[in-house]
């Protein structure tokens, strides 16, 4: 009976060391700010468990509400030892745009993280 426990104890930290476990890339902040009439500042603060460079967050991206994607910032390398990490980018937004989602991506699991929705400063 020991020797059960002890091959389950092993498969558990075997699965729990795996890259599926590493979880998908979340959004946890977003601060916009208004530089120009249609121009903003996005800074995203962005959180995943990178692991090197197969398997780590590689963008960000703003969404109106409707789902189309209003402009990305890619990620060049991995954040092992930056977490949660903040990047930004200037984007010129369509006047009509009040709010908008901000979702992340990695290479492993692509977008499904937590995700954020903003209003855009007037």
């Known amino acids: 009976m020991r020797n059960i426990f002890a091959v389950i104890f092993c498969c558990v930290l075997i699965f729990a060391s795996s890259s599926v476990f590493a979880g ?3 959004v946890i902040d977003v601060k916009v700010v208004k530089v120009d009439a249609d121009v903003f500042r ?4 962005v959180r995943h468990a990178d692991e090197g460079w197969e ?5 960000w991206e703003v969404l109106d509400l ?7 910032r890619v990620l060049m390398h991995p954040h092992v030892e930056e977490q949660p990490f903040t990047r930004s980018m200037t984007l010129s937004l ?29």
């Open 24 to 26: 998908e890339a979340d």
């Open 42 to 45: 996005f800074s995203v603060t």
């Open 55 to 59: 398997h780590y967050a590689d963008r």
């Open 66 to 72: 409707d789902g189309n994607s209003l402009g990305n």
């Open 94 to 122: 369509p006047m009509n745009v009040k709010k908008v989602r901000v979702r992340a991506h990695d290479k492993l699991h692509g977008y499904g993280g937590e995700e954020m929705v903003v209003t855009v400063p007037e």
